[in-house]
């Protein structure tokens, strides 16, 4: 959705954003002829979208990130990120409208335009609420990270940590004759006199 909007913002304006009246060759913003209208809907559209493709690829790489500040860094700058483009598009929104409210009918006589200076004040607007929801996922995301003590703590290998007692070790033969396993008595030829070679001695 970021990305889709953020094409109809500045695709808009970069296509039919700039009129002209009959009179004159110069063409000129179609927002109260304010050209800083225009370049700031072309820049936050179109620096939006290269946002929008580096966290995807941040998202699609995130799974093989090992270290654990790396992924709460990741996470952080996600949420910033986020809020800063909502807060970006809120200024976009109401810079847009204001400049479209003021605008004069005699400086756009043919009414050229029109459906794309209010679509993308319409994305604009929309925009605001698909970013702080982003970074509301991020924030939840982190929340989960947090409860986890994925990110309060850097992991350690129990092996590796000194201050751990080490278990002693058994295997299974001698984990099964500690704890008494019953064996069957041995038979009763086992000490036969005749079989054991055993002779008695006359004294």
């Not at 820049?43 to 790489?61: E, H, K, N, Q, R």
């Not at 790396?70 to 949420?79: E, G, N, Q, T």
């Not at 209010?118 to 996922?137: C, D, K, M």
Request: charged share 15%.
């Amino acid at each position: 959705l970021h990305q889709v909007f953020s094409i109809v913002v500045f695709g808009s304006i970069v296509n039919e954003g700039y009129v002209n009246r009959v009179d004159e060759l110069e063409e000129h913003c179609i927002f109260n002829r304010n050209h800083n209208a225009c370049n700031y809907g072309i820049t936050v559209g179109v620096l939006a979208f290269l946002s929008c493709l580096l966290y995807l690829a941040l998202d699609a790489y995130f799974p093989q990130i090992s270290s654990v500040k790396d992924r709460k860094k990741a996470v952080l700058s996600d949420i910033g990120v986020s809020a800063f483009w909502a807060f970006l598009w809120f200024v976009g929104f109401c810079f847009l409208t204001n400049q479209w409210q003021a605008s004069k009918p005699e400086d756009n006589p043919l009414n050229e335009g029109g459906d794309a200076a209010r679509a993308a004040i319409t994305f604009s607007f929309f925009s605001i609420f698909t970013w702080v929801g982003q970074a509301f996922l991020a924030y939840q995301r982190f929340q989960l990270g947090a409860d986890s003590a994925l990110f309060s703590q850097d992991y350690m290998d129990p092996s590796q940590d000194s201050s751990m007692p080490y278990a002693p070790y058994t295997n299974e033969e001698d984990a099964t004759d500690a704890v008494g396993t019953y064996q069957q008595p041995p038979p009763a030829d086992a000490f036969d006199t005749e079989t054991q070679g055993y002779q008695t001695q006359n004294y």
